[in-house]
C-alpha cells in the first residue's frame, strides 16, 4: 500500500500476520522501517532482503498468539547476522510461557545484555492517551493501547488478545490504524479513553472474524465508530 511518505507492505504469511511499515523522513534521508509481527520469517526476510534493509528501528510484537509470533526466533537468528534491530517492543501478556516466548525472552535477552537492542515495554502510563514511537514532520507511529491498568486487567482476566498493542501510523494523507486481536473489552476500553478516533484503513483483528458484540461492542459498531460514511478500507489478514 503506497502513502505519500512510505508505504505499507502486508505480508502473505497464510494463517497469521506481518506486516512492515517504511517511512520517509529520516534527516540522513534513509527509511524508518517498521516491523509488526512474525508469522513467517522467510517471508519477511525475503521482503526486507529485496529492499536492502539493513536495520529495523522497531520490531512490535502485538502479542504472543503463536500466528502473530511463531516466525520470531528464526527471523532474529538470521537477520542480525547482517542487520540491526534497534528497538524490540512487546509483553509478556500470559502467565505461562510458550515455548516460542521462552525461545525469543532468551535470544531478547542475549541481545540486550550485549547492547545491540533496546527492549521497550508495550505499555505505557494511566496518566497518558499514548506514546509517540516515531514522530517527524512527515509522520508519526503511535502507540496507543494499552496502558498500564489495560494491561493489568487483560492479564488478571487471562485474555491475551485484549493485551494486544495497538498502532496508529499517521501521514499527511492517511491513517492506519494495526489492532492486533483486539477484542470487545479492549476496544471497549480504548474508544472510551480516545472516542474521537478514526482511521482511513484499519487492520482488522482476528484476521477479519466476526464476533458480535454481546458484551455491547461488536465489528459492526467498532466500524462504524472507527470509519464514519463514506467510510474506510478495511484490510483482513488470511485466517
Known amino acids: 500500500m503506497g502513502l505519500e511518505n512510505g508505504r505499507v507492505k502486508f505480508l502473505d504469511v497464510g494463517h497469521?500476520?506481518?506486516?512492515?511499515?517504511?517511512?520517509?523522513?529520516?534527516?540522513?534521508?534513509?527509511?524508518?522501517?517498521?516491523?509488526?509481527?512474525?508469522?513467517?520469517?522467510?517471508?519477511?526476510?525475503?521482503?526486507?532482503?529485496?529492499?536492502?534493509?539493513?536495520?529495523?528501528?522497531?520490531l512490535i510484537l502485538s502479542h504472543t498468539d503463536e500466528d502473530h509470533c511463531r516466525g520470531v526466533n528464526s527471523f532474529i537468528e538470521k537477520?542480525?547476522?547482517?542487520?540491526?534491530?534497534?528497538?524490540?517492543?512487546?509483553?509478556?501478556?500470559?502467565?505461562?510461557?510458550?515455548?516460542?516466548?521462552?525461545?525469543?525472552r532468551k535470544k531478547f535477552d542475549e541481545l540486550y545484555k550485549g547492547n545491540r537492542i533496546h527492549l521497550e515495554p508495550g505499555e505505557f502510563s494511566t496518566s497518558e492517551s499514548y506514546i509517540k514511537l516515531i514522530s517527524n514532520r512527515k509522520a508519526n507511529f503511535i502507540m496507543l493501547y494499552p496502558n498500564k491498568a489495560?494491561?493489568?486487567?487483560?492479564?488478571?482476566?487471562?485474555?491475551?488478545?485484549?493485551?494486544?498493542?495497538?498502532?496508529?501510523?499517521?501521514?499527511?494523507?492517511?491513517?492506519?490504524?494495526?489492532?492486533?486481536?483486539?477484542?470487545?473489552?479492549?476496544?471497549?476500553?480504548?474508544l472510551r479513553r480516545?472516542?474521537?478516533?478514526?482511521?482511513?484503513v484499519l487492520k482488522m483483528p482476528h484476521h477479519g472474524a466476526f464476533y458480535d458484540g454481546k458484551k455491547g461492542i461488536g465489528l459492526t459498531?467498532?466500524?462504524?465508530?472507527l470509519t464514519p460514511p463514506p467510510g474506510c478500507n478495511y484490510f483482513i489478514s488470511k485466517s
Open 150 to 190: 489495560e494491561l493489568d486487567e487483560a492479564l488478571e482476566k487471562h485474555s491475551t488478545n485484549n493485551a494486544s498493542i495497538v498502532c496508529l501510523l499517521e501521514t499527511n494523507t492517511c491513517r492506519i490504524l494495526f489492532s492486533g486481536d483486539l477484542e470487545e473489552d479492549g476496544w471497549r476500553s480504548l
Open 194 to 200: 480516545m472516542p474521537d478516533l478514526k482511521c482511513d
Open 79 to 104: 537477520y542480525i547476522q547482517k542487520g540491526k534491530i534497534e528497538r524490540i517492543c512487546y509483553n509478556f501478556d500470559r502467565e505461562k510461557l510458550t515455548k516460542h516466548m521462552r525461545l525469543f
Open 16 to 58: 497469521g500476520d506481518s506486516s512492515v511499515i517504511y517511512l520517509k523522513g529520516k534527516q540522513s534521508g534513509n527509511e524508518s522501517v517498521i516491523i509488526i509481527d512474525i508469522a513467517d520469517a522467510e517471508k519477511l526476510l525475503e521482503e526486507l532482503n529485496s529492499n536492502h534493509v539493513n536495520v529495523i528501528d522497531w
Open 221 to 225: 459498531e467498532i466500524l462504524d465508530v
